[in-house]
Structures are given as C-alpha cells and as structure tokens.
C-alpha cells in the first residue's frame, strides 16, 4: 500500500534543531512532488517547505534561511531541517507527496518548542 510516513519530531528549547523525515513507501519521492505542512491548533493547514522532482525548493517566508528541505533517493525520504525554531514554529507536520491526481498524506508528527 503507498503511504508516507513522518518522523523525527519531539520537544525542542527555542533556537533548537530538529529534523524531521518523510519515508516514502511503494512508492517514489523522487518523481513526486513532495511538501512539508504544518498546523496548529485553530490554525489552517500551511505549506512550510517543498521540494520537486528537479530538487528544485520554496520555501514559506516565514521559515526561510532557517528550514532546509531535502532528498535522499538512496533513502527513498525527504527530509525537513529545522534550524532556529521558536515557539511559533510549534505545529504538528504533515508530509504530503503528489502526482499528478495522487495525494499521499502521512499522520503528521508533533513538534513542540517550548524551554
């Protein structure tokens, strides 16, 4: 069954890192479109970072010069670097990977930054 599956997330004191991963499962991140969303309680859904299959990457202007999205075809997982995190930047995070009309969302993974 295709699936992404997110991981890496956790607690973290302001001006921490984190990073997150995106494991892709019967399927292939590097011919997907793969994003990065985060949402917080009461809050839309956001696109934080994407990344095609040219590995070409955007960015939210909010998250820019300090989150760094990557991908590891070997791996087969598309990885979010957080650098920098502040409290607002405390989300769950979605990994979603597109294909044409193929959506694939993971489960999400919590990201707290708190001291």
């Known amino acids: 069954q295709a699936r992404v599956e997110e991981s890496g997330g956790g607690l973290v004191q302001p001006g921490g890192s984190l990073r997150l991963a995106c494991a892709g499962s019967?399927?292939?991140?590097?011919?997907?479109?793969t994003s990065w969303y985060r949402q917080s309680p009461g809050q839309q859904r956001e696109l934080v970072a994407n990344?095609?299959?040219?590995?070409?990457?955007s960015y939210a202007e909010s998250v820019k010069d300090r989150f760094t999205i990557s991908r590891d075809n070997a791996k087969n997982t598309v990885f979010l670097q957080m650098n920098r995190l502040k409290p607002e930047d405390t989300a769950v995070y979605f990994c979603?990977?597109?294909?044409?009309?193929?959506?694939?969302w993971g489960q999400g993974t919590q990201v707290t930054v708190a001291a």
């Open positions: 019967g399927i292939f991140l590097n011919v997907h479109n």
């Open positions: 990344i095609i299959p040219t590995r070409r990457t």
């Open positions: 979603n990977a597109q294909l044409g009309r193929l959506s694939y």
